[in-house]
Every structure is written in C-alpha cells, then in structure tokens.
C-alpha cells in the first residue's frame, strides 16, 4: 500500500505550498487531485495537510474559488438531457458540495463572508430536491463548517433555514418510527429486521434501514449536537429555537396546566419524543447493536463521535443524554459560559474549569471540536 509515500508526498505539499511563487508548478495538479472521486479516502493523518493546501491554493488565486462555485449547480430541468442520469448527477453535486464545504472549512473565519448569499443559494437550491439522503447529508456538514467559519451576524438569513430542515429531519424520523410502530402492532411481531418505507407528508418517501438514509439522520444530529456543543454567545439566534429540540431546566409548566385540570397539550422538545419512540424500537429489535450503550456529555465537547450507524437504534444514546442532561437538576447555569448549561460530571470536576480562563477553555474545545469534523469529511473509515 502507498500511505506512507502518498502522506509523504502531502507533508512535503503542504511545506511547498506556502511559498506563493511554487503555486505554478502544483496548482493544476492538486486541485485535479482534489476534484478526484476517491480524494477523501486518505488517512486521517493527511487531512490537516490537505487544508493548508487548500488554503494556500484558494488564498493565492482570486478565480479558483470562484471557479469551484460555478461548478455546484443544479440542472434546471431533466428535459435538456434525454439520456443523462439523474441519480449520477445529483452524487456529482453532493460531491462537489462536500469540496466547497471543505475549502471554506481550510480557511480563516469570515474569509469567504463574501461569498455567504451564493452559498447559501446553493444549498437552498440541493434542499428542493426531494429524497436525495446523499446530497442533503453533505447539507448538514456544510451547515457545519459555516457556524465554524461564520461570524454569528452573518449567519442570521441562514438560520430559519437551518432549523426548518433540522425540524423535517426529526419530523420524518418520528413519523418512520411511529408507522414502524403501528405495523409491528398490526402485524403481531416487530419489523425491525425489515426495510420500512414510509411516504411522509412532506413528500419524502424513505427507507431508514437504507445506509443512505442513515447517514442523513447522522449528519443532521450532528448539526444539533455541534449547535449545542459552542458557546451561546457565538450562536445567538440558535437560542431562540433550541427550546424546540431540547428540554430546559425551566419546563415545568406542562405541571401547572396538568393540575389545573385543563386538557391543553403539552409541547414536547423533539429529542424527548425521539428518544421515547427509540426506547421502544430497542426494546423490540433482536439486533445485538449499541442501543444501549450510554454517553458522557462535558461541555464544549461533541457527543457523536462515530463515521455511521448501521440501524437507527444506535442514535437513542445520542437522544437520551439530550432528553436529561440540560434538564437535570444537577446541571446548573454559569454566568462564565454565557448561560450555557454546565455539568459537573465526575470526569469534568469544576475545578478544571475554574482554573482556567474561560477563553483557554473555549480554544482548546474549538480545536478538538473541529479536529473531529474534519474527520467527518474522510470516506471509507469505520
């Protein structure tokens, strides 16, 4: 296997790509490499190398980015080519979006702000296609990179977008798990082992047994567990909306309205209704997965650390720690994170924190944090 030689070859790239007057010799050479289907099944030890290039090769040339911009577009209509595929097409342009995303996750902070109205139309326009798991996936992770690479006032027009495709995202997944529901009822036996197709009101007609739809579900929770994981102060229109996804350790007026004997229904945040569907989904499935497996949430850091699931049960951990955590009574709010809910668990005693400034704290979060999307973009890994 050439790993070593091919990481070698990018150590040594990345050196030479500092240096302005070598852009020449490598530039046509790197962006082709970069444009190559299989350019993300590297080891992840090349990635960081791979963003200095990028950096190096946007940074240096005015049109390069621009040129990568014009090449995510959307077919107007599946008439001006009789004989085209239109599933090839719309993983070219998953693909390509995935390598915008990754430039602008190479670069400074606010570096492409510019550029913000024509990516944004982008994604608007990929969100319109209908049942394509695949490119909206590549959605939440550019979704990602932009409230890393953003500053928070340039994000505003994008947000109501945002939180409405998280919104069908959950919707649709509560609404598979509950029709998944009814036919086991029906039918005297669960249907966990089989691929259950459920046609939404939203138009999606979806298989979440499918890979590809399970990679969407990932990347979406992603976005919201990436949402929660920063600083409040650096996503403040995020939380206007949060009450919505998350229980808060205010929501005790569901109590009042039971005791007063009136029959109002009670909202409930959308991980609480999730992680209850999942619970019985587990309960019921024979698979032998990691349903049950529980995880440690610390501030500042991100809960979904895994490239795939392989059922739709293995998310439950994921939505049973944001069912409690930031409702417990022992989390507590901290005028030092900005309102940001802040748990002492034992592995995180608050010491720690208190011997910190909280700026230290906040960078090296920020840097673990994208230390694991970047691994995010890999392909091929398990």
């Known amino acids: 296997h050439n790993a070593p030689s091919y990481r070698a070859c990018v150590q040594l790239l990345s050196s030479l790509s500092g240096y302005q007057y070598t852009r020449r010799a490598w530039k046509k050479e790197a962006f082709d490499l970069f444009m190559d289907p299989s350019f993300f099944h590297m080891d992840a030890t090349c990635v960081s190398y791979w963003r200095a290039i990028m950096d ?25 080519n009789l004989f085209s595929n239109r ?37 608007v326009e990929s969100l319109r296609l209908l ?9 939440f992770l550019f979704f990602r990179v932009l409230l890393l690479r953003m500053s928070p006032q340039h994000l505003t027009s994008l947000w109501p977008t945002m939180i409405t495709e998280l919104v069908q995202v959950f919707l649709l997944m509560e609404q598979e798990l509950t029709a998944d529901e009814d036919i086991s009822r029906t039918s005297g036996q669960s249907a966990g082992g089989l691929e259950t197709t459920y046609q939404g009101g939203n138009g999606f ?25 920063l600083p409040s102060e650096n996503l403040p229109q995020f939380q206007m909306y949060r009450w919505a996804f998350i229980p808060e350790a205010s929501d005790d007026s569901g109590l009042e309205v039971r005791r007063q004997g009136t029959h109002q229904r009670e909202f409930k945040p959308y991980v609480v209704r999730l992680a209850k569907l999942l619970r019985k989904r587990a309960k019921k499935s024979q698979e032998d997965d990691s349903s049950g497996r529980t995880l440690a949430w610390e501030p500042g850091h991100l809960l979904l650390t895994v490239y795939s699931v392989r059922s739709i049960e293995q998310l439950l ?34 010491k720690d924190i208190k011997t910190e400034s909280q700026k230290t704290f906040w960078s090296k979060a920020r840097q673990n944090i994208e230390e694991t999307v970047e691994k995010d973009f890999l392909e091929g890994i398990k």
């Not at 190096?56 to 077919?75: G, Q, S």
């Not at 390598?99 to 944004?120: G, N």
């Not at 049942?131 to 959605?139: F, G, N, S």
């Not at 030092?336 to 668990?345: I, Q, R």
């Open 56 to 80: 190096h090769l946007m940074t240096h040339d005015k049109t390069t980015f621009r040129d990568l911009m014009t090449r995510v577009v959307v077919a107007q209509s599946s008439s001006l």
């Open 205 to 229: 007609s979806t298989s979440y047994n499918s890979q590809r739809w399970l990679n969407f579900y990932l990347s979406a929770c992603k976005f919201l567990d990436l949402a929660l994981a």
């Open 317 to 350: 951990p994921f939505f049973n720690v944001l069912s409690q955590i930031f409702n417990s009574k022992v989390t507590s709010r901290s005028a030092g994170y900005s309102g940001s809910p802040v748990l002492y668990p034992s592995s995180f005693q608050s």
């Open 131 to 139: 049942q394509v798991p695949t490119l909206h996936a590549q959605v």
């Open 87 to 123: 599933e090839v097409e719309l993983e070219q342009r998953a693909m390509l979006l995935k390598r915008l995303a990754f430039a602008i996750f190479s670069s400074e902070v606010d570096q492409y702000q510019k550029f913000l109205p024509d990516i944004q139309e982008r994604l």
